[in-house]
């Protein structure tokens, strides 16, 4: 084999190496757009978890609260029915001031339960909207990934052809 050919063998070879590489680089990586896209998308997931996580936590205090302020409803009630059967000034301070404390700390549960709910719809929104997707993202996202599927198919039909004549190539 004369220089020539040697020359012209390697050029070839280095070229479909070259041509190798892009191609298995197209199938590997996206473009930039469909990249930011699934990226955005991962994000909205991520964040649609920590809100459901949090959705779940809220819940769960909810509960929890609940049933708290209704053991506080029946203790009040317990405590003012014992109002009526008193039969002294000292007993009476003594149910007035438990009472006294059941209502306040009454209050300050059902304040607190309150927020919870209000929490608790705020987050539910935030939760109905993380999960829809709208029209236009939708169209958009399958567009990218339907370009990305007919480049990447491409790209292997490509490596397929270069994986061949790289064989021959290097047969001679």
Same mark, same amino acid.
């Given at each position: 084999?004369?220089?020539?050919?040697?020359?012209?063998y390697?050029?070839?070879l280095?070229?479909?190496?070259?041509?190798?590489?892009?191609? @298995?680089? *197209? =199938? !590997?990586?996206?473009? +930039? /757009?469909?990249a930011?896209?699934? %990226?955005?998308?991962?994000e909205r @997931?991520r *964040? =649609? !978890?920590?809100?459901? +996580? /949090?959705l779940?936590?809220?819940? %769960?205090e909810q509960?929890?609260?609940?049933?708290?302020?209704?053991?506080l409803h029946? /203790?009040?009630?317990?405590?003012r029915?014992?109002?009526?059967?008193v039969?002294?000034?000292?007993?009476?301070?003594?149910?007035v001031s438990e009472?006294?404390?059941?209502?306040?700390?009454?209050?300050?549960?059902?304040?607190?339960?309150?927020a919870?709910?209000?929490?608790?719809?705020?987050l539910?929104?935030?939760?109905?909207s993380?999960?829809?997707?709208?029209d236009?993202?939708?169209?958009?996202?399958?567009?990218l990934?339907?370009a990305f599927a007919?480049q990447?198919?491409?790209?292997?039909?490509?490596l397929?052809?270069?994986?061949?004549r790289?064989?021959?190539?290097?047969?001679?």
């Open positions: 084999m004369d220089t020539r050919l040697k020359l012209q390697f050029v070839t280095q070229t479909l190496l070259e041509q190798r590489r892009q191609a @298995r680089f *197209l =199938l !590997e990586n996206p473009p +930039e /757009e469909l930011s896209h699934q %990226a955005r998308f991962a @997931r *964040l =649609l !978890e920590a809100k459901k +996580e /949090e779940a936590r809220v819940k %769960a509960v929890a609260l609940q049933q708290e302020v209704d053991s029946k /203790e009040r009630e317990h405590f029915k014992q109002k009526s059967m039969t002294n000034m000292r007993q009476l301070q003594a149910v009472l006294d404390h059941v209502e306040a700390e009454l209050k300050t549960r059902e304040e607190k339960l309150l919870l709910w209000q929490q608790l719809e705020a539910e929104k935030d939760v109905a993380l999960s829809q997707e709208s236009e993202e939708r169209q958009a996202r399958e567009q990934e339907a007919v990447k198919q491409k790209a292997e039909q490509d397929a052809r270069i994986e061949a790289l064989r021959e190539t290097q047969k001679l």
